[in-house]
């Protein structure tokens, strides 16, 4: 059974940091990436890994804050959330492909998290 499980969300004021984690099971993958969705507003693509190579490629928003890494040891993908913004708010989903190894558009991933919450006070 294949799991995405994020956690390292919460409630952080502007300029702070917080990490998240994204821990899969059930089988290994090509690529991950991270996505937010604020409310109201559609699903919007923040960062992508290459497992195997561990290349990254992160949104033009959030570009020299965030940044995605892995843990080949653990199965774990992370994105280190640093110069948090009110407009970082949002809920962030891992997701996971076995086709790609690197894609910004969500429809290419076949497996989601159920997301966790970060919120940035002003």
């Known amino acids: 059974q294949v799991q995405l499980v994020e956690s390292g969300g919460g409630l952080a004021q502007a300029g702070g940091s917080l990490r998240l984690s994204c821990a899969a099971s059930?089988?290994?993958?090509?690529?991950y990436g991270w996505f937010r969705q604020a409310p109201g507003k559609e699903r919007e693509f923040v960062a992508t890994i290459n497992w195997n190579s561990g290349s990254t490629y992160h949104a033009d928003s959030v570009k020299g804050r965030f940044t995605m890494s892995r843990d080949n040891g653990k199965n774990t993908v992370y994105l280190q959330l640093n110069s948090l913004k009110p407009e970082d708010t949002g809920h962030y989903y891992c997701a996971a492909s076995t086709r790609h190894y690197y894609s910004d558009d969500g429809s290419t991933y076949e497996y989601w998290g159920q997301g966790t919450q970060v919120s940035v006070s002003s």
């Open positions: 059930g089988r290994t993958f090509r690529s």
